[in-house]
């Protein structure tokens, strides 16, 4: 037995029942068909999931710290990775300075 479904034919409306169905959505005006304008400026769904890209690109790498430094950085609640980069960010401008 074959696994693939068969699917009916979709039945296109003619050029007359086409601009019946055209009136008809045209009539209501909670419904109304979307303008050549509208349909260029929609984008399809998945690029707008997940969080937008960044600028300011990082990296991804592996890394292990102290207890005491995670413990800290940690204890300043939410936002403690980024303020973690940041102390090192200015390290690494007062360093460079030099």
Same mark, same amino acid.
Do not use: C
């Given at each position: ?45 998945? =690029?707008?999931? /997940?969080?937008?890209?960044?600028? *300011?690109?990082? %990296?991804?790498?592996? @890394? ?11 204890? =300043?609640?939410? /936002?403690?990775?980024?303020?973690? *980069?940041?102390? %090192?960010?200015?390290? @690494? ?6």
């Amino acid at each position: 037995m074959s696994k693939t479904t068969k699917r009916p034919a979709v039945a296109m409306p003619s050029a007359e029942e086409d601009k019946t169905i055209t009136a008809a959505a045209r009539s209501d005006p909670d419904a109304q068909p979307l303008t050549p304008k509208q349909l260029k400026e929609m984008v399809p769904l998945r =690029t707008l999931r /997940g969080r937008p890209k960044s600028g *300011n690109k990082k %990296l991804l790498i592996s @890394v292990r710290y102290s207890p005491e430094v995670v413990a800290y950085f940690k204890s =300043t609640g939410e /936002g403690w990775q980024s303020r973690m *980069n940041e102390a %090192l960010r200015e390290y @690494v401008e007062q360093h460079r300075a030099a």
